[in-house]
Every structure is written in structure tokens, then in C-alpha cells.
């Protein structure tokens, strides 16, 4: 690939090892500050009147202040859990409303089994935007192959030649008396 004169040095950036910083909207600071915090239990890093800026187990999430929001139609940013049970149970405690989508197959919760096995709930924030919680398959733990046997050493002697198997002998006839 050639750059143009000038953007050449930026084929040496590899954003591979780079932190990535997430992005949602909202025309609500205050009710996205209290369900990011208060709900979702993210800490608040700074805000601004152009953002809410927290901090997800090490990503950067900036909810960024806008006129109207309009949602987009799928998931927008979501969260992988242990155990998603545990996780919807305590959302729904704290009056997080899960989606139910029309033919998926979800269960009463909420949570779909994917394919994969990976099981997923979606809920939105208060702006509407389609937030979700994953839950990867366990991977079970393959069974330890056996032991092979111990290989036998080589040796330089030759192999010792084997007699003809030896005849039973004879018994001697039992004598009439």
C-alpha cells in the first residue's frame, strides 16, 4: 500500500496497541449521570458540557452531550459478564428493563442463546440506545490424553534366536500288577 506524500508515517501507527475509547450519546447529562453510575455502577471520571466521561473496567466511555439523540437500531455498546444471570438479576432490581425481540426465543428474563452458546440480554440507557450484557460459552475442559507408555530402549545387542518349543515328555506306562 502506498500513502501519499506526507501520510507516510502514519502507516508505522498500529492502533492494535492502543486503548479504544467508546462513544454513546445523550440529550439528558443528568439522567445518563445517574444510570451510567447509579444503575450501571461506572465511575465518573469528568464531565463537561460536552461529556460524561467514565471509566469501564478500563475503557474509556464518553457519553457525549448532544441536541436529540437518535438511537441506533442495534446494539451500540455492551459488556461481557460471568454470569449473566447474576448480572440481569441485579439490573432488574435496579429498574432496568430488558428487551424482548418478536421470534428470538428468549427466555422469560430476557436472554438469548446464541448460536455460539454465548447467551445475551440487550436493555437501552434512558436516551434509547440499545445497550448489552454477554455472556461467552464455558469452554469445557478437553479430557487429558493418556500417558503413552514408556518407549522401550534400543538395543545393540541381536536378538537371541529362539529354540523349537520343547516336547511334553513321555510318561512312562503304568505297570498291571
Known amino acids: 500500500m502506498t500513502f501519499p506524500v506526507g501520510v507516510a508515517i502514519l502507516r508505522d501507527i498500529m492502533l492494535k496497541s492502543h486503548p479504544i475509547v467508546a462513544f454513546v450519546a445523550t440529550a439528558s447529562p ?3 449521570k445517574e444510570f451510567y453510575t447509579e444503575i450501571l455502577g461506572l465511575k465518573l471520571v469528568s ?3 460536552h461529556a460524561l466521561v467514565f471509566d469501564a473496567a478500563g475503557t474509556t466511555l464518553r457519553v457525549a452531550v448532544v441536541e436529540r439523540v437518535n438511537p441506533a437500531g442495534y446494539t451500540v ?3 461481557i459478564v460471568p454470569d449473566i444471570l447474576d448480572a440481569v438479576t ?3 432490581r435496579r429498574g432496568v428493563a430488558f428487551r424482548h425481540y418478536e421470534g428470538l426465543g428468549q427466555d422469560e428474563l430476557g436472554i438469548w442463546i446464541a448460536p455460539s452458546r454465548a447467551r445475551i440480554a440487550w436493555f437501552h440507557d434512558p436516551d434509547g440506545n440499545t445497550l448489552s450484557l454477554t455472556e461467552h460459552a464455558k469452554k469445557e475442559k478437553a479430557a487429558k490424553p ?3 507408555a514408556p518407549a522401550k530402549k534400543p538395543t545393540t545387542k541381536a536378538p ?5 518349543p520343547k516336547k511334553p515328555a513321555k ?3 503304568k505297570s498291571k500288577r
Not at 537371541?160 to 523349537?164: E, I, T
Open 30 to 32: 443528568a439522567r445518563a
Open 47 to 49: 464531565e463537561d458540557p
Open 77 to 79: 455498546l455492551g459488556w
Open 90 to 92: 441485579n439490573l432488574l
Open 146 to 148: 493418556a500417558k503413552a
Open 160 to 164: 537371541a534366536k529362539k529354540s523349537a
Open 171 to 173: 510318561k512312562p506306562a
